[in-house]
């Protein structure tokens, strides 16, 4: 026999429903967060290719984060290498690029040469690596003069149009 439902009844699911949202919403907020930490994860072997490939990178490091007085620097990806190649590279890693982050890498561009005076005599060139942002947002990164990587195949790579000039943020730039 069928049990009734009742107004009570309904009133209790309909609570422990607003319950189990709530719980859901939270569990997404703090799956987005680690989406972002898996997407680093997942960039920084292809970045690390790309930098000694492309860019004649030696030394890379990741999460690099230095202080200079009260301010921290946190840089996803960074690359240098000295003699001929003489270059600074600083790689951004977002899951999904917005123009804040065009702002937020072109900052800490500035920043890394102020914190780092010692690589002053060194070209220093901004990677945003994203797996999703428009094509308006991407070019908007490469018109500042910003690489940008995305990701096929699961491999972070970078593809620049032949028309890509990319600025060298560094302060000895030829005028």
């Not at 065009?102 to 901004?126: A, C, M, S, T, V």
């Not at 797996?131 to 908007?140: A, F, L, P």
């Amino acid at each position: 026999m069928e049990q009734e439902t009742t107004l009570e009844d309904i009133k209790k699911i309909l609570a422990r429903t607003a319950e189990i949202t709530e719980r859901n919403a939270k569990l997404i907020g703090d799956l987005g967060n680690k989406f972002g930490s898996f997407t680093e994860g997942m960039a920084f072997p292809s970045m690390e290719k790309v930098l000694r490939k492309q860019f004649g990178m030696t030394t890379i490091t990741t999460n690099y984060k230095t202080e200079y007085g009260p301010d921290t620097l946190e840089i996803d990806v960074l690359g240098m290498a000295n003699g001929d190649v003489n270059t600074v590279v600083l790689v951004e890693v977002k899951s999904h690029l917005k123009e804040r982050d065009i702002d937020q890498l072109l900052k800490n561009l500035d920043r890394f040469r102020r914190f780092h005076p010692e690589y002053n005599n060194k070209k220093l060139y901004g990677i945003l690596a994203c797996v999703q942002g428009s094509t308006e947002v991407r070019k908007k990164a490469m018109d500042a003069g910003l690489y940008v990587a995305s990701i096929h195949d699961e491999v972070f790579e970078l593809k620049t149009p032949a028309y890509f000039v990319p600025q060298d943020f560094s302060l000895n730039m030829a005028a």
